[in-house]
């Protein structure tokens, strides 16, 4: 639920994705292969590279449904998907984190990321961080026009998720704890948690697939 500012963007048609924005974090790190699967997006020419690396680029397709300008910032690199094409005529636009944390024109975005999930402004990040603006109302999107509020993912997807966020655990490969909280100006709070105990992770990841 918290803004940024809008002094320094790479475009100032971008400024109303600088509001509140769904966050999700995982101490995966993109390789080289995945940053190719996720630009691929929208590429008819890339289909097979698409189902390549699907584990990332085919469920990712999902976010369009409540943003327009998805960030990720992992490992050196942060990408911008740009959809409607406004600052990069490809659909997105990927930085090396030096120059992001480096160059001053583009401050406002760096400051999306500053001081979450404990990115410090370093040149690399042993983590994923993915940002998804909300599309709040008075978009020109040419993209599944639904609008989420903070209000709405509260009633949408935090609180449907909160009855299924156990479930979720036994078939999620990789994942051992999901945690859903709120960041304001104020503070962060933690709306829930749910983690599979050490004594059981052996026997369920034989179950998992």
């Given amino acids: 639920e918290t803004t940024h500012s809008t002094d320094q963007l790479i475009n100032q048609s971008v400024a109303k994705y600088q509001g509140p924005a769904l966050y999700a974090w995982n101490n995966g790190v993109f390789q080289e292969e995945d940053w190719e699967g996720i630009i691929s997006i929208g590429d008819s020419g890339k289909e097979k590279k698409l189902l390549k690396v699907g584990r990332f680029a085919l469920g990712f397709i ?3 449904h ?10 050196r690199n ?14 997105g636009l990927l930085i090396d984190l030096k120059e992001f944390t480096a160059d ?19 040149h690399q990040y ?15 999107t040419k993209l599944p026009n639904n609008i989420y509020n ?10 449907p998720f909160r009855c299924e ?3 979720c655990l036994l078939f999620m490969k990789y994942v051992n704890k999901i945690t ?14 749910a983690e599979v105990s050490d004594k059981f992770r052996d026997g369920l990841a034989k179950h998992r697939g």
Wanted: charged share 15%.
């Fill in 62 to 64: 999902s976010v369009y």
């Fill in 66 to 75: 409540l943003t327009d300008f998805p960030c990720i910032l992992s490992n």
């Fill in 78 to 91: 942060v990408l911008m998907l740009d959809p409607h094409m406004v600052i990069d005529r490809d659909g």
């Fill in 104 to 122: 001053k024109r583009i401050a406002s975005h760096y400051e999306c990321f500053h001081n979450y999930f404990g990115y410090n402004g370093s």
């Fill in 126 to 140: 042993n983590g994923t961080i993915f940002r998804f603006p909300l599309r709040i109302g008075g978009s020109d």
């Fill in 150 to 159: 903070p209000a709405k993912v509260h009633t949408s997807l935090f609180a």
């Fill in 165 to 167: 966020i156990e479930n």
């Fill in 180 to 193: 859903v909280s709120v960041k304001s100006h104020t503070g962060t709070q933690i709306l829930y948690s």
